[in-house]
């Protein structure tokens, strides 16, 4: 019972409580359930309906690759000059990109103990003349001696054995003077030809040694334009074939050359291969070495048939595509041969005849069988080959306009 002077409160019973907060939410829940059974029921009517789908009818038409890549300005001929002893580096004459003359110093190694080599095999050599002058004059007094009966063949024999040591004393002292001098000439590094400084790797105070490269130098004025290529690129290339080149920093200025060596190794590091081009006729401004270049090449593929790359379908395990029959406007997926990849298209060898609707446009929604339309009727497809662009229900050109491609038609 309540106490007097309080109001009594009402307690909602628990399964009433329940039902008030479940009867909104069974109420969407039949309303799901409906909605569900009403689009289950309409599935196979829309199924029924042709599907708008985007064709073009095949058709060989000439095509053309054009690859792209950057590269960089190199000479074609780069000599590496190196000591041919090693030491500590006391100077280094030159920088790069200057310009020096066949023969001119470019840096010096410390020489101290090559002169001290030297200043001991000269004195070597000196000594060594004295006494070979020495013993020629006894040789020569006791011949004289002897013709005149004077002394005995075994002094002339004795005189004649020192005279002999003495000579080859001499000769060797005057080699070792030779290497002593050739020791000395190597701690000076001179240019074997003329032309442009392109590196320096190393700066006065360094320690080298034999054989390390010091500086490189651009030789004979030609120029190569290097390229590093996906391996599928250079497979298409041939010896002195054309390419367009254009400086990336003013593709204003542009210039001619031709395949020059393509490597046969792939770099292990980067997936590439090395092509060099080499320029033809270099512009007015010659470029200066590692300046960035751009380089096209065109190919001619001949007369093919090349699709979209939206058309391209699997059918065990192979590439279909999806072809239409004009008659009852059903679609049944058909193997064929791809002769090669583009960037956005394909290149059919076989499986397709001229004249045939294949689907480029929503290829992906259909199944065998499957009935389609187009705007236009069958004839609205163009032609394959010619710009990539697909006939669709929206217009007669088709959806999706033209695609971009690096394989062009002419």
Same mark, same amino acid.
């Given at each position: 019972?309540?106490?007097?002077?309080?109001?009594?409160?009402?307690?909602?019973?628990?399964?009433?409580?329940?039902?008030?907060?479940?009867?909104?939410?069974?109420?969407?829940?039949?309303?799901?359930?409906?909605?569900?059974?009403?689009?289950?029921?309409?599935?196979?009517?829309?199924?029924?309906?042709?599907?708008?789908?985007?064709?073009?009818?095949?058709?060989?038409?000439?095509?053309?690759?054009?690859? /792209?890549?950057? *590269?960089?300005? #190199?000479?074609?001929?780069?000599?590496?000059?190196?000591? !041919? +002893? $090693? &030491?500590?580096?006391? %100077?280094?004459?030159?920088?790069?990109?200057?310009?020096?003359?066949?023969?001119?110093?470019?840096?010096?190694?410390?020489?101290?103990?090559?002169?001290?080599?030297?200043?001991?095999?000269?004195?070597?050599?000196?000594?060594?003349?004295?006494?070979?002058?020495?013993?020629?004059?006894?040789?020569?007094?006791?011949?004289?001696?002897?013709?005149?009966?004077?002394?005995?063949?075994?002094?002339?024999?004795?005189?004649?054995?020192?005279?002999?040591?003495?000579?080859?004393?001499?000769?060797?002292?005057?080699?070792?003077?030779?290497?002593?001098?050739?020791?000395?000439?190597?701690?000076?590094?001179?240019?074997?030809?003329?032309?442009?400084?392109?590196?320096?790797? /190393?700066?006065? *105070?360094?320690? #080298?040694?034999?054989?390390?490269?010091?500086?490189?130098? !651009? +030789? $004979? &004025?030609?120029?190569? %334009?290097?390229?590093?290529?996906?391996?599928?690129?250079?497979?298409?290339?041939?010896?002195?074939?054309?390419?367009?080149?254009?400086?990336?920093?003013?593709?204003?200025?542009?210039?001619?050359?031709?395949?020059?060596?393509?490597?046969?190794?792939?770099?292990?590091?980067?997936?590439?291969?090395?092509?060099?081009?080499?320029?033809?006729?270099?512009?007015?401004?010659?470029?200066?070495?590692?300046?960035?270049?751009?380089?096209?090449?065109?190919?001619?593929?001949?007369?093919?048939?090349?699709?979209?790359?939206?058309?391209?379908?699997?059918?065990?395990?192979?590439?279909?595509?999806?072809?239409?029959?004009?008659?009852?406007?059903?679609?049944?997926?058909?193997?064929?041969?791809?002769?090669?990849?583009?960037?956005?298209?394909?290149?059919?060898?076989?499986?397709?005849?001229? &004249?045939?609707?294949?689907?480029?446009?929503?290829?992906?929604?259909?199944?065998?069988?499957?009935?389609?339309?187009?705007?236009?009727?069958?004839?609205?497809?163009?032609?394959?080959?010619?710009?990539?662009?697909?006939?669709?229900?929206?217009?007669?050109?088709?959806?999706?306009?033209?695609?971009?491609?690096?394989?062009?038609?002419?």
């Amino acid at each position: 019972m309540a106490r007097p002077g309080h109001r009594m409160a009402w307690i909602e019973p628990a399964a009433e409580s329940a039902r008030r907060f479940l009867r909104p939410v069974m109420a969407a829940a039949f309303a799901s359930a409906a909605l569900i059974g009403a689009t289950a029921g309409a599935a196979p009517a829309a199924g029924r309906l042709p599907l708008k789908v985007g064709v073009v009818r095949v058709a060989p038409q000439p095509v053309e690759t054009v690859s /792209a890549l950057t *590269g960089e300005i #190199v000479p074609r001929r780069e000599i590496s000059t190196a000591f !041919a +002893v $090693g &030491g500590r580096v006391i %100077a280094v004459n030159t920088d790069i990109g200057e310009k020096v003359t066949a023969g001119e110093v470019l840096a010096r190694l410390d020489s101290v103990q090559q002169q001290q080599g030297v200043a001991a095999a000269r004195a070597a050599v000196e000594s060594a003349k004295a006494n070979l002058d020495q013993a020629q004059r006894d040789f020569r007094r006791q011949e004289g001696l002897l013709a005149s009966g004077s002394t005995t063949r075994l002094r002339r024999d004795e005189a004649e054995r020192q005279f002999l040591i003495a000579r080859a004393r001499y000769e060797r002292a005057r080699a070792s003077l030779r290497q002593a001098e050739k020791a000395l000439a190597d701690t000076v590094l001179k240019a074997p030809e003329s032309g442009i400084i392109t590196a320096r790797l /190393a700066d006065p *105070g360094a320690v #080298v040694g034999a054989a390390r490269t010091v500086l490189k130098l !651009a +030789v $004979g &004025g030609a120029l190569d %334009a290097r390229f590093d290529a996906p391996e599928q690129i250079p497979s298409r290339l041939v010896a002195r074939f054309p390419v367009r080149l254009a400086l990336l920093d003013d593709p204003r200025v542009v210039f001619s050359g031709h395949v020059r060596e393509i490597s046969p190794l792939i770099n292990p590091a980067t997936g590439t291969v090395e092509v060099k081009v080499a320029i033809d006729a270099p512009p007015d401004a010659t470029p200066d070495f590692g300046q960035a270049v751009r380089g096209r090449v065109r190919r001619s593929l001949g007369a093919v048939i090349a699709l979209p790359s939206s058309a391209l379908m699997s059918s065990g395990g192979g590439p279909a595509v999806w072809v239409v029959d004009p008659a009852s406007q059903r679609v049944h997926l058909r193997a064929i041969t791809v002769s090669a990849f583009l960037d956005e298209r394909f290149i059919v060898a076989s499986g397709l005849r001229p &004249g045939e609707l294949v689907v480029v446009y929503g290829a992906y929604l259909l199944f065998p069988d499957r009935r389609v339309r187009f705007a236009g009727g069958p004839a609205a497809g163009r032609q394959a080959g010619r710009g990539g662009s697909a006939a669709s229900a929206g217009n007669a050109a088709g959806v999706g306009g033209a695609a971009k491609t690096e394989a062009q038609s002419k």
